[in-house]
């Protein structure tokens, strides 16, 4: 099978030591349905279609990438590639033709080879090496924040001024306990994969009470495919909000289900908010929470008290999470190399000592998309490189003061409104 041929619907994997059947681009843009997936990771063809299911990730991540090129991806992601390089033997039907590119459409291969440079160069190094001090001192201060938080209470009694002190401090505790899970979800600590998931599993369990799948679920996905509609759940929140092409489509459809000219404005009402309706049991958590302080409040104190720290702790998520985004294109599926699609969708927000604790160095967003698995306190160490491959390529490397970040996303929201409005009253 010297030529480009294609493979019977389930003929099954190439055989070990035949020649591998070739296929061009033409041939593997027509597998993108679903239970019909193909993708290409270094110039090899995989057939997905069954095994997407048991795929750790989840099938929506990968099936993401469907007849793409999921190099860039495929790497971003995983720690051990021969590890999942075994699993992908078995999926194997063939290879890119030799006279095909390794991208598939007008991409720019030189960015696409710059950026694997850059990734090699930073493996060298040693960027993706973690510091057990930088992340023992993290988890030791969130602790010490829930034990401040109960003297607080214990020492000064329930009124009101301990009670929102305390719940201040439990709020910040919980917000470094979602950065913490976060290099954790991302393997970005501990070299071995199984490490990192059982204590992110202890974190979002133990420390928050939130499910650890139910996280890597949606953060992966918006990861592989950030600000695109119906891939990203970050930007998929119609018809509550309306974010960049939506606002077009729910214009000149004549859709109105809440008044989206004025979202900017109940969007500090029930933006933040709403993250609190999708907390999801973990009985540790809850009874550590309520054993400790249901004897200073009583069952009502102790869930009103419980409701504002996770009202004061979603609001921070909220705001520190889609700073970096929401002001960014936002749109449905471009088919961009791995550095243009990150970089279209994210921005920096300039580093301080504050701003970097304050926003668990998601303030570097931007290397955190390009490098997902780099331990984050050597972002700063890999921006300039970063810096450099945008300037070579003509790139938007897009840093803003952080209240202009936290402004923009108030701004954004009235632009994507009014626009929703001018299509619905002129179509």
């Known amino acids: 099978m010297g030529g480009v041929g294609e493979p019977g619907p389930r003929e099954g994997p190439a055989q070990p030591g035949a020649p591998l059947p070739t296929f061009c681009w033409e041939q593997i843009r027509a597998h993108d349905q679903p239970g019909d997936k193909w993708l290409v990771i270094e110039r090899r063809v995989y057939d997905i279609s069954r095994w997407a299911q048991r795929h750790p990730g989840g099938s929506r991540l990968i099936g993401h990438h469907g007849a793409e090129d999921a190099t860039d991806a495929f790497r971003a992601f995983h720690q051990d590639l021969n590890f999942v390089r075994k699993f992908l033997q078995p999926l194997l039907i063939g290879e890119l033709a030799p006279e095909e590119p390794s991208q598939d459409g007008p991409l720019n291969a030189q960015l696409v080879e710059d950026f694997r440079a850059l990734h090699q160069a930073a493996e060298d190094m040693k960027l993706f090496d973690a510091s057990p001090t930088f992340f023992a001192f993290l988890l030791g201060h969130i602790l010490a924040m829930e034990v401040l938080a109960w003297l607080l209470i214990y020492l000064l009694g329930p009124g009101w001024v301990p009670s929102a002190l305390a719940a201040f401090i439990l709020a910040i505790s919980q917000a470094q306990s979602w950065c913490l899970q976060h290099d954790l979800g991302h393997a970005s600590i501990f070299k071995k994969s199984w490490w990192n998931h059982v204590a992110q599993k202890f974190v979002m369990g133990q420390l928050k009470g939130f499910s650890a ?156 998309h390009l490098f997902p698995r780099m331990p984050r306190h050597n972002y700063s160490r890999v921006a300039p490189l970063v810096k450099s491959l945008c300037a070579k390529h003509g790139l938007s490397y897009e840093v803003k003061p952080f209240l202009t970040a936290l402004v923009d996303i108030v701004r954004s929201l009235k632009k994507s409104g009014d626009i929703w409005l001018d299509a619905y009253l002129h179509q």
Not at 222 to 227: E, F, G, L, Q, S
Not at 247 to 258: D, F, I, P
Not at 296 to 325: C, D, K
């Open 213 to 368: 799948h139910w996280w890597n679920f949606r953060h992966f996905q918006h990861h592989a495919k950030p600000n695109i509609f119906h891939k990203d759940p970050d930007v998929t929140v119609a018809p509550v909000f309306l974010l960049g092409e939506s606002s077009v489509e729910y214009g000149k459809k004549k859709r109105r289900y809440l008044p989206y000219n004025q979202q900017h404005l109940y969007f500090f009402l029930i933006g933040p908010p709403l993250l609190t309706l999708d907390l999801l049991w973990a009985a540790s958590f809850y009874a550590r929470f309520f054993l400790s302080y249901l004897p200073f409040y009583g069952v009502p104190g102790v869930l009103l008290f419980f409701v504002a720290v996770r009202v004061l702790e979603s609001h921070w998520f909220v705001w520190i999470t889609q700073m970096n985004h929401i002001p960014k294109e936002i749109g449905h599926e471009k088919h961009r190399d791995w550095v243009s699609s990150q970089l279209a969708a994210t921005c920096n927000v300039e580093p301080s000592l504050f701003t970097n604790w304050f926003s668990g160095h998601l303030n570097f967003q931007i290397e955190h």
